[in-house]
């Protein structure tokens, strides 16, 4: 036989193994892809493909053995072996480094816009805390049966997908700043009664209902505390009570569980009555925000003439319609010279407009001695409905040392503004007359010239709309919210003296607006923290859930890929193949 001579024709028997075993391989292929897609791994049914283009495939390679061991013998087959060899290998190496770098150290970088892939600093100093003296820290995650309605069901396993998946960064973390002080367990309630009987009596419970299910009980010690479903996901309503949606909590009410199990006694926030303030369902929202950050919530009756209690970590005056009686003023006076903390929400004086008050408050003249003077005469407008409150940027603020938590800080960092409806102004002056208190703007409106809207204040007895400021006008910026802290430290937890804070609109806490406005939490929180010398209860945590975008296939989809793996790309091969050898032939 000559050097250059073709090689033999194939056999037929070697070109049908060469189209089943190509077939089998993407038949093979597409049983994985639906496999991976539709998550069906477990499922006895997805082996049986498996079972039937195993077989072939084998089959196929034995009948073409020949002509493998053939084409093995060529130099270009061994360089084109050995490079496909040296590839994978570099990949596997690749590939295990990288795994054991992102297994032994924890530094992650989270790109996606919202930070939703990493956790806040708050979550991480409350990890970090962990490694106190005491028991380590059990959280158990409660998993009912799954509804039988398809809806429901899939948001049910949405949730359960988004507990591990934050469970599992919570572990990494742990374990990273506290080896050991956190475990992490799941307990299926239908299926371990003697486990989930165990859990009742260590908290309290002695009945598990299925509104239980999906919840997270914290334990440390004999400490307990449950996170229910409803504090995971919370739903958001329009103000005519229709859900719009929601948002997934589980952070933030995560980190305020792990807080409460080792903080001390919870501080005591009163919320005075008697004077048409703002109470109950109206502030529901804050008042539960404020439970999770180991604060409760409590009445005060100043109308009565009570004094102010000796436990008050802060008292809180939201928008009263009247005037406070003068036993009122003078238990404020004495709780704030004996160095309170006081938080007033107060509203414009519009005499001949319903839903605003009809008389000043009385705050203003116990509040300017400290440097804030409050325009309840005054009115601020804008062109947009709803008013902006910008912080001021932090090289604005006063030098302050680093254990100083302004509640503007959080709005800082997230960049996030106060919306406001209808405010009046509140002003901070240069030289209060207490000489040991120095007053610090938060709030302010853009100024009055900007691209958006215009900004300003009328008198609050002017009726009338108007699109522009007039001669009488206070223009923008106009300020909506001041503290007063003991001067040189500026409200240092330690430091001794009353701190005040002002907001220029009680509507800003209400329930309506903390549902849509993530600034509005964050500076309802940070506010009371402020006051009551808690930096250690941290910043409000806002919602952060991934925006995640999952490549979808339909059943009528996959029906198409189907066809085309099976059927299509078969025929297809079959036809070139034909065509090449009718080529050759002629």
Avoid at 150 to 167: F, V
Wanted: net charge neutral; hydrophobic share 50%.
């Amino acid at each position: 036989m000559a050097l250059n001579a073709p090689p033999p024709a194939p056999s037929a028997a070697v070109r049908i193994a060469r189209v089943v075993g190509a077939c089998a391989c993407l038949g093979l292929s597409l049983n994985v892809f639906l496999c991976v897609m539709r998550e069906r791994f477990a499922d006895p049914l997805a082996w049986g493909p498996f079972a039937v283009f195993g077989p072939l495939l084998a089959v196929s390679l034995w009948i073409c053995r020949a002509e493998f061991v053939e084409s093995f013998r060529s130099a270009r087959m061994k360089v084109a072996l050995h490079v496909f060899v040296q590839a994978a290998l570099g990949l596997i190496v690749l590939a295990a480094f990288w795994y054991a770098c992102g297994y032994r150290f924890y530094a992650r970088f989270d790109l996606a816009s919202n930070d939703g892939y990493a956790l806040h600093e708050e979550s991480l100093r409350v990890l970090g805390a962990l490694d106190a003296e005491g028991p380590p820290v059990e959280i158990v995650v409660l998993h009912g049966e799954l509804p039988a309605d398809p809806e429901t069901r899939a948001q049910a396993e949405r949730l359960r997908a988004q507990i591990q998946a934050l469970l599992e960064r919570y572990e990494r973390e742990a374990d990273a700043r506290a080896p050991g002080r956190l475990a992490v367990s799941t307990l299926r309630m239908l299926q371990e009664p003697a486990r989930l009987n165990e859990l009742g009596k260590r908290m309290g419970i002695k009945v598990f209902t299925p509104d239980l299910s999906e919840s997270l009980a914290v334990l440390r010690g004999e400490r307990v505390r449950l996170v229910s479903r409803n504090e995971l996901f919370v739903r958001a309503y329009t103000p005519e009570g229709v859900p719009v949606g929601g948002g997934f909590h589980g952070e933030a009410a995560l980190t305020a569980a792990l807080r409460l199990i080792q903080a001390p006694q919870a501080r005591a926030v009163y919320f005075t009555q008697g004077h048409g303030e703002r109470v109950g369902g109206d502030l529901s929202l804050w008042a539960e925000n404020l439970r999770l950050q180991n604060f409760e919530v409590r009445e005060l009756d100043l109308a009565a003439g009570s004094a102010v209690p000796a436990d008050a970590a802060a008292v809180v005056v939201a928008g009263p319609r009247e005037r406070l009686r003068p036993e009122a003023l003078a238990a404020l006076k004495q709780y704030l010279d004996a160095g309170g903390r006081l938080l007033a929400l107060l509203d414009p004086v519009v005499p001949n407009l319903a839903g605003f008050p009809r008389e000043a408050s009385g705050l203003a003249e116990l509040l300017e001695p400290y440097g804030l003077r409050v325009r309840q005469d005054l009115l601020t407008r804008g062109v947009r409905p709803a008013l902006v409150g910008d912080p001021l940027p932090l090289e604005r603020l006063p030098a302050l040392p680093a254990s100083q938590t302004l509640p503007v800080r959080a709005l800082i960092e997230a960049r996030m503004p106060v919306f406001l409806a209808h405010p009046c102004a509140v002003e901070a002056l240069p030289k209060p007359a207490r000489n040991a208190v120095e007053a610090l703007p938060l709030l302010a409106t853009p100024p009055y010239e900007t691209r958006e809207a215009r900004h300003w204040a009328d008198p609050a007895a002017q009726s009338g709309a108007r699109s522009e400021a007039g001669p009488q006008s206070l223009k923008g910026p106009v300020p909506l919210a001041a503290a007063a802290a003991p001067k040189g430290v500026a409200g240092g937890r330690d430091a001794p003296g009353a701190r005040i804070l002002v907001l220029a609109g009680s509507d800003a806490f209400l329930n309506p607006v903390l549902e849509r406005h993530t600034g509005n939490q964050l500076f309802a929180l940070a506010a009371v923290a402020w006051l009551a010398g808690a930096e250690e209860a941290g910043v409000a945590i806002p919602p952060r859930s991934p925006d995640v975008r999952l490549a979808e296939v339909s059943d009528d989809r996959l029906q198409i890929l189907k066809a085309i793996f099976l059927a299509g790309l078969p025929a297809g091969l079959v036809f070139l193949g034909m065509a090449v050898w009718a080529a050759r032939r002629t």
